[in-house]
């Protein structure tokens, strides 16, 4: 069984930085495909960033790209998601996944590709 506990989440100002952690408990991060999603207050679920557990090749949509890095750290056995340029738009409660399958770039943004799942960490950007 795989637990994951989120942090880093809080209050930033548009433009501002944060990185949130996910530590992985029961399997390496390295064996895992790790994932973030995020649901913003009325919003359903959505998918922002993905590494693919071989090969490690990272993905996110669009409206994070270039802004978002998913990462991980194995000897902390922790993944990561470094946001940069935050905006009012990315407040969210941010949730981190986990899989043991190794699917398709285009599977990666899908919920169903992922069986363990973080309690989630509150992201807030405002002045």
């Known amino acids: 069984q795989v637990q994951l506990v989120e942090s880093g989440g809080g209050l930033v100002q548009p433009g501002g930085s944060l990185r949130l952690s996910c530590e992985a408990s029961?399997?390496?991060?390295?064996?895992?495909?790790m994932a973030w999603f995020r649901r913003a207050p009325g919003k359903e679920r959505e998918f922002v960033a993905a590494?693919?557990?071989?090969?490690?090749?990272?993905y996110a949509v669009d409206l994070v790209k270039g802004r978002f890095t998913v990462y991980r750290d194995n000897g902390k056995n922790t993944a990561y998601l470094r946001m940069n340029s935050l905006e009012p738009e990315d407040t969210a409660v941010y949730y981190c996944?986990?899989?043991?399958?190794?699917?398709?770039?285009?599977?990666?943004?899908?919920?169903?590709?992922?069986?363990?799942w973080g309690q989630g960490t509150q992201v807030t950007v405002s002045s």
């Open positions: 029961g399997r390496t991060v390295s064996t895992l495909a």
């Open positions: 590494m693919k557990r071989v090969g490690g090749t990272t």
């Open positions: 996944a986990a899989g043991t399958g190794n699917p398709i770039t285009g599977v990666l943004r899908f919920e169903s590709a992922y069986e363990y």
